[in-house]
């Protein structure tokens, strides 16, 4: 069975979607069966992986809204074991009308399931706000996955964040975790990337992975040739950066496993 991981933080433009491309990619091409679900109305992880948002076939829109199944809207992707739930911009519309659903928080999980056992990671790219999508996620989740910009005020709001996935799991999944903290576009010249780098390291210890994501202009460039870095560009210190995360989250992955047999 699949782990799902959400991928979330409220702020915007801090690497969400970057790492959900990547890191999905970075784990297929170690063997993984990987399944990234588009959860964003932006549709940023759609483009970022060559597919187009405004199409009108059925995405993860029609599948929360039960009007698909969600396999009828996965795509399959060049890497191999990759794989794409589509977002398209109507999704926004959906923040609304889940509203007088029943279960509204739950309708992700009950849509995942039936797939969970056709992949090793389902990786959720969350929108930048606490509404009914990402609680959505967080409630579908086992685990989430949040990426923090080595940037002024990276830790606000990590607070709120925080508060969120308490109340998530006191209320629709006890079972949520936090996998880790991912520091990504540090750039080694200035030396406010290293001070919050330490002033996170500091504040949330070991759940903050070793791996730090670089600021690299490839890393950037790659999703308007909708391609993860992996392809885009497989040497490049993005490419083996999401390598090592992956490495590394594979790692935790089985020590939990370890953990419990
Ligand atoms: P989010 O999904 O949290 O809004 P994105 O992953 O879309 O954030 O990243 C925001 C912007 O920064 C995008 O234009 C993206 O290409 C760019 N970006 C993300 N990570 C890096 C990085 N490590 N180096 C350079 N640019 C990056
Ligand atoms: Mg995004």
Redesign the pocket.
Same mark, same amino acid.
């Not at 433009?13 to 790492?19: D, H, Y």
């Not at 994501?213 to 202009?217: D, E, F, H, L, M």
């Given at each position: 069975m699949a782990r799902v991981y959400a991928i979330a933080?409220q702020k915007? =433009?801090? =690497?969400?979607?970057?790492?959900a491309i990547n890191l999905g990619a970075a784990l297929a091409e170690q063997g993984c069966r990987v399944l990234v679900v588009d959860f964003d109305p932006q549709a940023?992880a759609t483009s970022g992986l060559g597919r187009n948002p405004h199409q009108e076939a059925p995405s993860i829109y029609e599948a929360l809204l039960d009007q698909v199944p969600l396999e009828a809207v996965i795509v399959p992707l060049a890497l191999p074991r990759l794989a794409l739930a589509p977002a398209a911009l109507r999704l926004a519309g959906a923040e609304v009308e889940l509203v007088g659903l029943l279960a509204r928080e739950q309708r992700l999980r009950r849509i995942l399931r039936p797939v969970l056992g056709a992949y090793d990671y389902v990786l959720i790219d969350c929108p #930048?706000s606490l509404g009914l999508l990402t609680v959505n996620a967080l409630t579908a989740a086992d685990g989430i996955l949040i990426?923090v910009q080595c940037e002024y005020l990276a830790l606000e709001g990590l607070g709120q964040l925080i508060r969120t996935i308490d109340l998530i799991r006191d209320n629709l999944n006890p079972s949520l975790r936090i996998v880790g903290l991912v520091l990504?576009?540090f750039d080694a010249r200035t030396n406010l990337a290293q001070q919050v780098v330490d002033e996170v390291r500091r504040h949330f210890g070991a759940l903050v992975f070793e791996t730090v994501? #670089?600021?690299?202009?490839r890393?950037?460039e790659a999703?308007s040739f909708g391609q993860p870095i992996l392809q885009y560009d497989a040497h490049s210190r993005?490419a083996q950066a999401y390598r090592s995360l992956a490495g590394e989250l594979l790692a935790r992955d089985r020590g939990r496993e370890g953990g419990t047999a």
């Open positions: 933080n915007g =433009g801090v =690497g969400k979607t970057t790492t940023n #930048p990426p990504t576009m994501i #670089p600021r690299t202009v890393l950037s999703p993005g």
